[in-house]
């Protein structure tokens, strides 16, 4: 499903199309884009033929993080990556994350974390394919999730933070999505 998935970050002119291909009734979408509009992140949505396949979230001001802000200066936040249950185990997630990773390369970021579930190992397998690396911080989070009927729920998780070294480890050409996503 690779061919033809192009990972990028979301217009207004693209919200339309997400809405109605991928419906989120708690207004999931306006949300995350509300904080690109404001400039503390940036909303990434992965397509194919027209069809949102998932998307993600960049932080560019991450709260909340104190310790791994410590440890990790400057440190950009991917979060809210979520590939729709019918296209999973087809690269969108990958997709996803690198786009989420050339961005952060762009504005000059040395590293990209992210707080993955401990209990999550859908995600965290893919997270270790990409690269990512533990740090043992782990914090308890409040979060909200979107079921596939679109329908909002509140969670309580513990998570532990993954971090990923955008020096050491530059970014493979792994995906043509990666390199289609745009500022
Ligand atoms: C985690 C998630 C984003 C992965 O998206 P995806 O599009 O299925 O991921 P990819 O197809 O790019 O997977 C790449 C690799 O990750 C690993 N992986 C992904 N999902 C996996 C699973 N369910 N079981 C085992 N390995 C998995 C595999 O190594 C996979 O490569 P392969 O398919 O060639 O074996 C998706 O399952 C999801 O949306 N989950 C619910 C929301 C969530 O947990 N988000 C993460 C928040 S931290």
């Known amino acids: 499903m690779s061919g033809g998935i192009q990972a990028r970050q979301c217009s207004v002119d693209d919200l339309p199309q997400l809405h109605s291909t991928w419906p989120s009734s708690a207004e999931v979408h306006d949300r995350h884009f509300a904080g ?12 194919q033929r027209g069809m949102a396949l998932g998307s993600a979230v960049v932080r560019w001001a991450s709260q909340d993080l104190t310790e791994v802000l ?15 249950s019918d296209v999973r185990r087809r690269g969108v997630g990958t997709c996803l994350a690198e786009a989420a990773e050339r961005l952060a ?14 209990d999550n190992l859908e995600a965290r397998a893919l997270y270790e394919c990409l690269g990512y690396r533990r740090t043992g911080i782990v914090e308890r989070s409040e979060y909200c999730f979107m079921d596939e009927s679109g329908t909002e729920h509140q ?29």
Do not use: C
């Open 155 to 183: 969670a309580v998780e513990w998570n532990e933070y993954l971090i990923r070294d955008l020096d050491a480890d530059p970014v493979p050409d792994r995906s043509r999505a990666a390199r289609d996503a745009d500022e």
């Open 70 to 84: 410590s440890a990790y200066p400057g440190v950009v936040e991917m979060a809210h990556l979520q590939v729709r």
């Open 105 to 118: 390369r762009r504005r000059g970021a040395h590293w990209l974390g992210l707080a993955a579930g401990v």
């Open 36 to 47: 690109q509009l404001a400039g503390t992140q940036t909303l990434i949505v992965a397509w």
